[in-house]
């Protein structure tokens, strides 16, 4: 059974939405958006939709491992939920555990997101 999470990326024109099936704990999760730096434009520009694309682009291993979403209410069996977006020229992150309760899990830049979840792993 896997982890499931949603991968919410955020300007302030748009949100866009990723589903992954499996892999969603904290530890994986952060790595798998500092992939997506990789592909995207580099910080300070952030553009969500740019930005899903290369979250996309950098995890996608195969059928049914990634898809768009309407967002975390569109799936029961979430673990975790994630929003990302770009505050002062870098990545901050919002971690919510059991996504239908609202538990903020951890809030902060992504290198802060990475440590804290290396604690779990």
């Given at each position: ?5 949603v ?9 866009h939405?990723v589903?992954k ?6 530890h ?10 990789l592909?995207?434009?580099?910080l300070p ?8 694309a290369a ?8 059928a049914?491992?990634i898809?768009?979403?309407s967002?975390p209410?569109?799936?029961?069996d ?7 977006h770009c505050?002062?020229d870098?990545?901050h992150v919002?971690?919510y555990e059991?996504p ?8 902060g ?13």
């Amino acid at each position: 059974m896997g982890t499931r999470a949603v991968y919410t990326f955020i300007d302030k024109a748009a949100r866009h939405s990723v589903y992954k099936h499996w892999d969603g704990h904290p530890h994986w999760g952060c790595q798998f958006i500092a992939k997506a730096l990789l592909l995207a434009w580099p910080l300070p520009r952030f553009e969500a939709g740019e930005f899903a694309a290369a979250f996309v682009a950098a995890n996608k291993k195969g059928a049914g491992d990634i898809c768009l979403t309407s967002g975390p209410d569109a799936h029961g069996d979430l673990a975790y939920r994630y929003e990302i977006h770009c505050q002062d020229d870098h990545l901050h992150v919002r971690i919510y555990e059991h996504p239908g309760e609202d538990r903020l899990f951890f809030d902060g830049s992504l290198e802060a997101a990475q440590h804290f979840a290396a604690m779990f792993n």
